[in-house]
């Protein structure tokens, strides 16, 4: 649901008196959220990207240029190659982290809701 839907719907449930009120409460909830989510993501792939890649391709110098530059890199190197899988490889893990981490995090704040 995008942003307008849901401050739509949350709105359509109050008074007229209540719209500004409700409408700085949700987009400050919205905003928090996401500055907290944009964080804790950045950390996640500044923080594990690059040991993964170093891990599952091998070379450190062709995994830091597959960090700097993951589509330059993915479209140098042909499907099937080591190097290739081996940055999807890193990429899905680091995915299954940020995935990981952000279900957990759903739970205390939807325990608050």
Same mark, same amino acid.
């Not at 080591?82 to 940055?87: K, L, P, T």
């Given at each position: 649901?995008? @942003?307008?839907s849901?401050?739509v719907?949350?709105? +359509?449930?109050?008074?007229?008196? #209540?719209? %500004?009120?409700? /409408?700085?409460?949700?987009?400050?909830? $919205? $905003?928090?959220g996401?500055?907290? =989510?944009?964080?804790?993501?950045?950390?996640?792939?500044t923080? /594990?990207?690059?040991? !993964?890649? #170093?891990?599952y391709? =091998?070379?450190? @110098? /062709? +995994?830091?240029? %597959?960090?700097?530059a993951?589509? /330059?890199?993915?479209?140098s190197?042909?499907?099937?190659t080591?190097? !290739?899988?081996?940055?999807i490889r +890193?990429? =899905?893990?680091?995915? !299954?982290?940020? &995935?990981? @981490?952000?279900? &957990?995090? &759903?739970?205390?704040?939807?325990? &608050?809701?």
């Open positions: 649901m995008s @942003t307008l849901s401050l719907a949350v709105l +359509a449930q109050k008074p007229l008196i #209540d719209v %500004a009120l409700v /409408t700085g409460l949700y987009l400050a909830a $919205y $905003y928090v996401s500055g907290i =989510g944009s964080s804790v993501s950045g950390a996640i792939w923080n /594990t990207l690059p040991a !993964r890649l #170093d891990k391709i =091998g070379n450190s @110098t /062709t +995994a830091l240029s %597959a960090y700097e993951p589509l /330059t890199f993915v479209l190197y042909p499907v099937g080591s190097e !290739r899988a081996g940055m +890193a990429y =899905g893990e680091v995915q !299954r982290l940020l &995935c990981i @981490t952000g279900l &957990c995090l &759903c739970v205390p704040f939807l325990a &608050c809701a």
